[in-house]
């Protein structure tokens, strides 16, 4: 089991996100007031401490959200989880959709360094279960068994 070490909004795209003690997380749209909150597959992203951890040893200061990512975790090996995997934070659940991204053009980490790790390592997720998750609580992979299970109940799955 992993932990939440924090959670990042912003109001605009293409910013860092800065940390909030809380955030409500919707079905079909990803955190309230986040600008990347919408009907699409990438309502909600992850990044590792531990991966952030690799970007501190070349030298940069990073706070959570540098890389403009909803949810800070540790614990969690987030980069090797398949998509399709379901993850319960606090009592929502999220469901992976993609690894990694396309660094867009002027990523002021990547111009430092030579290098980002959000391409690589970062995931999104959609919204499966709905509520409110603070910093510190639990996060944790679901087992097939109990992903399975889901699935078959139809436990709020996204049939589209």
Same mark, same amino acid.
């Given at each position: 089991?992993?932990?939440?070490i ?8 293409? %910013? ?14 990803? *955190?309230?007031?986040?600008?990347? #909150? ?5 309502? %909600?992203?992850?990044? #590792?401490?531990?991966?952030?951890? %690799? ?8 706070a959570?959200g ?6 800070? &975790? ?8 398949p998509?399709? &995997?379901?993850?319960? #934070?606090?009592?929502?659940?999220l ?6 991204k ?8 990547? !111009? !430092? %360094?030579?290098d980002? *790790? ?5 995931i999104? &997720? ?10 510190g609580?639990p996060? !944790?992979?679901?087992?097939?068994r ?11 799955v996204?049939? #589209?």
């Amino acid at each position: 089991m992993g932990k939440i070490i924090s959670l990042n909004i912003s109001s605009k795209k293409g %910013v860092n996100k800065e940390p909030v003690a809380e955030v409500r997380l919707r079905v079909d749209h990803g *955190i309230e007031g986040d600008a990347h #909150a919408g009907n699409w597959h990438r309502q %909600v992203s992850l990044l #590792a401490r531990e991966s952030i951890d %690799v970007m501190r040893a070349k030298g940069l200061e990073l706070a959570p959200g540098a890389f403009a990512e909803n949810i800070t &975790t540790e614990g969690i090996d987030l980069v090797h989880l398949p998509v399709g &995997t379901r993850l319960r #934070a606090g009592k929502t659940e999220l469901e992976v959709t993609q690894i990694g991204k396309k660094c867009h053009k002027g990523c002021a980490i990547f !111009q !430092q %360094v030579g290098d980002c *790790i959000m391409p690589r390592e970062g995931i999104f &997720t959609k919204v499966i279960r709905p509520g409110t998750i603070r910093s510190g609580d639990p996060i !944790q992979v679901l087992a097939a068994r109990e992903t399975e299970k889901i699935k078959l109940t139809g436990g709020g799955v996204d049939h #589209a």
